[in-house]
């Protein structure tokens, strides 16, 4: 895979999210780890809330060859995203938004 970053979209339960990736966040940790140390930034687009971030933005750095397991990292992300959505604090929040409310 490159090392170059890559500016990648997702459209996720019609939330739309910025993926960018940099496979190769710090040549020394590779020179000296002997493997890539990958930098992920993930951003709901309206800044709307993801089951791994309240916020719907967050930041992370992995090792690159985890990431390059699922595919792309995109198909990392949309993991992450599933597995993240099964936890009771998002189920809630899903029931809530779907409410109406008078207040």
């Known amino acids: 895979m490159s090392d170059e970053v890559q500016n990648l979209k997702l459209k996720w339960k019609n939330i739309t999210i910025d993926i960018r990736y940099n496979?190769?966040?710090?040549?020394?940790?590779?020179?000296?780890y002997k493997q890539r140390m990958a930098h992920l930034e993930i951003r709901?687009?309206?800044?709307?809330?993801?089951?791994?971030?309240?916020?719907?933005?967050?930041?992370?750095?992995?090792k690159?060859?985890?990431?390059?397991e699922y595919g792309s990292p995109v198909d990392f992300v949309k993991a992450w995203l599933e597995q993240s959505a099964q936890s009771k604090e998002w189920k809630d929040y899903m029931i809530q938004s779907q409410q109406l409310s008078l207040f």
């Open 23 to 32: 496979p190769n966040y710090s040549k020394t940790y590779s020179k000296i």
């Open 44 to 62: 709901s687009v309206n800044r709307e809330k993801l089951p791994m971030t309240e916020t719907g933005y967050r930041s992370v750095f992995e």
């Open 64 to 68: 690159a060859a985890n990431i390059e």
